[in-house]
């Protein structure tokens, strides 16, 4: 059985260890970008400026680490945790009520609700950001944290996503929490909750990480020094000192380590949240 | 594992009766469920009218308008913008730039993430985990972090690639090569969530098939085509649109890599718009352009729609 199985599927040795050459070879080219900021970080200005690649830091300083503390970055870093933060909480409470009631409740208009955000979703997202940046000037949250959170929990990403595991809550038991006389509020908080908790969980990692990620909005919306994101102060700090790549590499370490440690800690929640959003894309 | 055909059949995928959603329900109780749905709606409502709907009004109302910094001296000058904007040599570069980073971006990101997928989806799940984690990396590494080492990479005098290679050459700064380089930073950024997705897609193509399949002799190409294929062309559709979407979108990387420059040889449009409303204050002239990119985005997903929906007969 299972030689002819092997045999009919027609594999050949000599593909496969093609295959798991090259999967090797793109792994290392997928990891070294984040290894060479790493290590570039703790290599002093004369390492990166000779003429040859030091590949490993033969002689690792702190220069660069003390030169990002002379900028505002642990404000930087506090401001872009406090958005992704917001923003996760918000969108997982407002998203989840929303997704349960698309899901399972029956009433009017919930057709072309359901259609306008599936729309809503296949739009350009950044071209919205111009003109809320006026709108946001209009109501006086232009330059604030708050310009870069309310948008976030705004789009309709998150309840499409919750409306997919609402789905799966079997209608008989939200029978019986009725019958057992919970009321809608009690329903949702001790029966529905619990069971769409997975989802919650991956849909808060996704709006962290893409929240993180959403540079052109924090570039759009955040103006003063102090306001900018750890991202937005990179970019910023590598548009007034091009040349200083030890300390760029300082600020990008700082960026990237925390959410890359948060992602190998949640990776399954992770996988999970990206595959059900696509369920029924 | 598939000889009981009966779980598949009660597992909920029975198909919605076409009659209304309320039939059996009394009228009071629709009302009583019309209303608490909406309670429970209320506060995304909030947020996705005031911070999504509204702005794509005012996106497309001041297209219309000629207006600077100062929203009261805005004047209604109707369709002057949309037509300077197919007389603007620049917005033309950059739309020229934007459908080749499409175009070779969306066919080789879904093309390569498929071949990836699958040479991984049947190995250990350790070995899985770690592949799938490590094309993953650049997007949880974030597009700043990820931008500026390939920056510092790529410079002409202390970048690691004209050291490796012993050459002096300045790959951002030539119009020959600049783009090329933004297309291979977005791709290495843009498959992760591709993979994931084909993965997951291709566990759970039905097993039973492919076995019925090599049964009867077929080869693996054809297991692959004419059963793997049909089954996870959903996952494909949304992969192509999605990264259609964000290809059209490309914005960080420009601005951090080029500024669209040297000569606008790497303009693209969402670049140009943030160039207008940002530097050049004309946000009449960048909504009108906004509202562009929305409509081609949107042709190009129908397009996309259409083409998958007849593929699969």
New interface residues.
Partial sequence: MNSA?SK????STGYKVF?IVI?VL??I???F??Y??IT?SFKDAAT??????QWFPLNPTLENYAKLFKQPAFQWLLNIIIICVGALV?TC???S??G???AK??????GI?FTI?IC?M??????????????MS?IGLHDTLLAVI??T????FG?FLMKQFAE?IPTEILEAARVDGAG?LRT?FSVVFPMIKPGIGALAIFTF?NT??D??MQ??MLNSREMWTL??G??RL?GEMSSD?GL??AG??L??VP??A???AF?KY??QG??MG?V?? | MAQNPAPAVAGGKVKKQKRSQFSGMSKALVRRETISAYMFLLPSLIFFVGFVVIPMIMCLVYSFLDMGLDVGSAKFIGLSNYVEMFNDPVFRKGLLNTVIIVVVAVPSVTAFSLWVSSAIYQMKAVTRSFFRCVFYLPVVTGTVAVTVVWKWMFNTYNGLINQVFGSTHNWLGDPSTALACIIMILFTTSIGQPIVLYVAALGNVDQSLVEAAQVDGATKLQVFWKIKWPQIMPTTLYILVITTINSFQCFALIQLLTRGGPNHATDTIMYYIFDMAYNVHRFGYANAMGVILAIIIAIFSAIQFKVAKTDNG
């Fill in positions: 199985k009919l599927s027609g594999t295959t999967l793109l792994a080219f997928f990891i970008p984040l060479w900021i570039g990166i400026n000779a003429p040859n690649p918000l409470l407002t998203a009520l929303a349960y009631a698309l409740k029956r009433f009017y208009g919930r609700l955000i809503a296949a739009l350009p997202k950044q071209v919205i950001v111009i003109p809320l940046l006026q709108e209009m309310l948008p929990v705004g789009w309709p309840v799966t809608e949702f990480v993180w990620n540079y052109f570039l759009i991202p937005e990179i970019a590598q790549f760029i590499m990008a370490t960026a990237a959410i890359v948060v992602f190998i990776q992770f996988t990206i595959s696509a029924k894309g």
